[in-house]
């Protein structure tokens, strides 16, 4: 493994750090978040800054208007913007847009991705992500109870989704759906489309993606054949070109939300003082910051290494499986800490940390709750071994 950046790859790490710290944590206070995330109003905005500033849509190919970031271009780059919660929102570097912008530059037709992917990249638009059913596909997805029914040149799409990520206010949906023999399906559609309904915003503890979680319907949706994402009956395997490196990506933003805590959590065990001397230096405050440390270092391990195996071309199932529960779990530890030594202050919007407290939370359940990759890890480590008897 050679984890040596380039000169270019610097250069970017650079600039992205100072973007962030001149350009977005400003505008932090000034431009408050509502209950359910920014506003499509200031996600515009934001953009905008990333636009002039050369940094919009790195991770995209360079062919649709990106920077053509690999992997561990993206760990380095994705940490620097996560730094804030607004950064990932200004790089257009977010769930769900991020993977879905991954997911149709490896599956799309060139019609596809000049329709959808093209203005996306460029920032115009936003999509979401329709997998996760009330009463059907959770954890276990191969309970999908969506429809989709051949009727002539169309398709028609019945069913409901829910937590649906960014759904109000997405221009497109990529909706996965049951096919009459049992296989599964992703459709693209545009989300004004006559069959898709909003039925309401879920109220959650986080509220930092851009259109909060919806309720959706599905009412008879028809699509034409050309709405097809790829091939027919490819859904489920589809949902993992998508899901091993998303998830991955959640765990370099976080990672840079987690270090943010860190460092406010460090000034003020710094400054603070109780017991005739700075908090940091009571042990049990010191080691406090240095678990936060190790918990950070080791997020940041897992992330490199799974990002460079997939830069080698691995597909890198496993290997962000691991990286996630690592990380989702290390970096929550690391926010918990900071809001223990903040004291009363970590429970309150007088510091940044209390949002990313609940902001966070979420991590450890969608992209695969810790309990189902661990389960689906043991399975593997049980199958090889039984392969090497
Ligand atoms: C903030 C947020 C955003 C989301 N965004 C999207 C989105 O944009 N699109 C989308 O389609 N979905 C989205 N989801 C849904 C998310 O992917 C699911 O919540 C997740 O897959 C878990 O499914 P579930 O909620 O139905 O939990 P369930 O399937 O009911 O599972 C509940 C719990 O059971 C346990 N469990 C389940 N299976 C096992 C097992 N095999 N072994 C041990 N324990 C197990 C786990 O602890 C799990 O947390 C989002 C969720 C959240 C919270």
Excluded at 52 to 59: I, Q
Excluded at 216 to 245: H, I
Aim: net charge negative; aromatic share 8%; charged share 25%.
């Amino acid at each position: 493994m050679d984890f040596q950046l380039s000169p270019e790859l610097r250069d970017l790490q650079e600039r992205t750090r100072r973007f962030i710290a001149d350009e977005i944590l400003p505008l932090e206070k000034e431009l408050p978040r509502d209950a359910h995330g920014p506003t499509d109003a200031l996600r515009q905005d934001l953009v905008a800054r990333a636009r002039a500033a050369g940094l919009l849509t790195p991770h995209a190919s360079r062919e649709m208007g990106g920077l053509g970031l690999s992997h561990v271009g993206k760990a380095v780059v994705f940490e620097e913007a996560g730094y804030s919660w607004l950064g990932p929102v200004a790089l257009n570097i977010h769930a769900p847009d991020e993977g879905n912008i991954h997911l149709l530059e490896e599956v799309a037709t060139p019609a596809q991705k000049e329709r959808w992917l093209r203005p996306q990249v460029a920032g115009h638009t936003r999509s979401c992500f329709a997998m996760t059913e009330p009463d059907g596909a959770g954890a276990d997805p191969s309970m999908l109870r969506t429809t989709a029914v051949r009727d002539g040149d169309e398709f028609v799409i019945t069913g409901r989704k829910w937590f649906i990520t960014g759904a109000e206010g997405a221009h497109y949906v990529i909706v996965m759906a049951r096919m009459e023999e049992g296989s599964a399906t992703m459709f693209l559609a545009d989300m004004a489309s006559p069959g898709i309904r909003l039925e309401r915003q879920m109220d959650t503890m986080d509220a930092c993606f851009t259109g909060g979680h919806a309720v959706m319907a599905f009412d008879a949706l028809r699509v034409p054949a050309d709405s097809v994402l790829g091939e027919v009956g490819q859904g489920f395997r589809y949902a993992q070109v998508r899901l091993a490196p998303a998830r991955l990506t959640h765990c370099m933003r976080w990672l840079g939300q987690a270090r943010r805590a860190h460092d406010i959590a460090l000034d003020y065990a710094r400054r603070r003082t109780g017991f005739g001397k700075p908090l940091a230096e009571h042990e049990g405050v010191g080691f406090m910051l240095a678990d936060n440390d190790i918990d950070l270092h080791t997020a940041r391990l897992h992330i490199w290494h799974t990002a460079w195996l997939m830069d080698q071309g691995a597909k890198g199932n496993f290997e962000s499986s691991r990286a996630k529960v690592v990380c989702s779990e290390a970096q929550w530890r690391v926010v918990d800490r900071c809001v223990q030594i903040l004291g009363g202050q970590g429970v309150t919007a007088e510091t940044p940390v209390m949002r990313i407290f609940m902001d966070l939370r979420a991590f450890r359940i969608y992209d695969g709750p810790s309990e189902v990759h661990r389960w689906s890890m043991a399975r593997r480590l049980v199958r090889q071994a039984g392969a090497a008897e």
